[in-house]
């Protein structure tokens, strides 16, 4: 059986493993950040050894006791966790990469759990190349596209909603849906539009010059 001190052994080496990525999450403004991922480590490197542990101390009042059966619950219910990151803003999905993170650093826990400290280290340092090179590389040559939804209130000022259009089409690499609204009351249009974008820093530069045309008011985007 592992020992008591093995154990807080294995979990320290687990929470100093959630802490690399956790950091990384935080530099990213992630919504799951080190407190998240070293806790969650940690608890399925207590998991591991626990299972391990009860498996052996059972075995000959229980034979055939599956050390893995713990661990796997810990994988199924960081499911819901990982879908607790997972957050919508607008037309944009943000936290996928921190749920599969999350799910992944619960496999390294059980692993260092487990005793694979060298497969625990190794993924985790892979993880945080993943998460950190790549993430350089796709910004600077692969620059994905970044889709944004804009809404900007207007006076009913002559000419103006052309005017918002060809700044939205001629500053962005598709506008995806535009649609114009009359509120009666305010005697004022709101226009609701998806655009695409080459990459963030895209986002406040068109949002400056929606936001000096005459008649605009309002301008906000998600």
């Avoid at 260092?112 to 350089?136: E, K, P």
């Avoid at 052309?162 to 995806?176: D, V, Y």
């Amino acid at each position: 059986m592992i020992s008591e001190g093995e154990i807080f052994v294995r979990v320290l080496v687990a929470a100093l493993l959630g802490a690399v990525i956790g950091v990384e999450r935080e530099i990213s403004n992630q919504p799951a950040g080190m407190r998240t991922h070293i806790v969650l480590v940690t608890g399925a490197a207590l998991a591991m050894t626990l299972s391990i542990n009860l498996s052996m101390q059972f075995s000959g009042s229980a034979p055939g006791g599956d050390p893995a059966r713990l661990a796997a619950q810990v994988l199924s219910g960081i499911g819901f966790l990982g879908a607790g990151a997972i957050l919508r803003f607008g037309a944009t999905i943000k936290g996928l990469t921190t749920a599969a993170s999350l799910w992944t650093m619960a496999v390294v826990g059980l692993a260092t759990g487990a005793g694979y400290f060298g497969i625990a280290g190794g993924v985790t340092a892979l993880l945080l190349v993943v998460l950190t090179l790549i993430n350089l590389l796709e910004d600077r040559y692969i620059n994905p596209n970044v889709t944004v939804e804009f809404t900007i209130v207007i006076e009913d000022e002559p000419g103006v909603v052309p005017k918002i259009r060809a700044i939205l089409q001629e500053n962005s690499r598709a506008l995806e849906a535009f649609r114009l609204r009359h509120h009666v009351r305010h005697q004022r249009f709101r226009v609701d539009a998806i655009v695409r974008l080459r990459r963030n820093d895209d986002v406040e530069a068109l949002h400056q010059k929606l936001s000096e045309l005459k008649g605009v008011k309002i301008v906000r985007y998600l």
